[in-house]
């Protein structure tokens, strides 16, 4: 946490950043801390939008992280909401097969 607060002030290091707490993310989920894991890709993903990497796959694998996070949270709207933004981005950038 005090390493992205010192990242945070620097500029430029916004899509460092995200993948940090994207990575996060993750490691909340697996330890079944999902809220935390909730918390880490919604800000993951305001900044990956406001860095401007909305198309890259990145992001929609992120938007789908964040999915499960919210099934687990029982916010099924909002995960489906995600998954299918997840979706049309990754369909966007790897094909319509994509992993």
């Known amino acids: 946490q005090?390493?992205?607060k010192?990242?945070?002030d620097a500029p430029g290091q916004?899509?460092?950043i995200a993948g940090i707490e994207a990575q996060m993310g993750v490691i909340?989920?697996?330890l079944g801390?999902?809220?935390e894991s909730y918390s880490s890709f919604k800000s993951a993903v305001g900044k990956l939008r406001a860095s401007?990497?909305?198309k890259s796959s990145f992001f929609g694998v992120v938007l789908n992280q964040m999915g499960?996070?919210?099934v687990q949270r029982y916010a099924i709207n909002e995960a489906a909401d995600l998954f299918e933004?997840?979706?049309?981005i990754l369909e966007e950038v790897c094909g319509p097969y994509h992993p």
Do not use: V, W
Request: aromatic share 12%.
């Open 2 to 4: 005090k390493a992205l």
């Open 85 to 88: 933004e997840a979706k049309s």
């Open 68 to 70: 499960l996070a919210c």
């Open 33 to 35: 801390k999902y809220g």
């Open 6 to 8: 010192i990242l945070d």
């Open 52 to 54: 401007g990497e909305r």
């Open 14 to 16: 916004q899509s460092a």
């Open 28 to 30: 909340y989920y697996i």
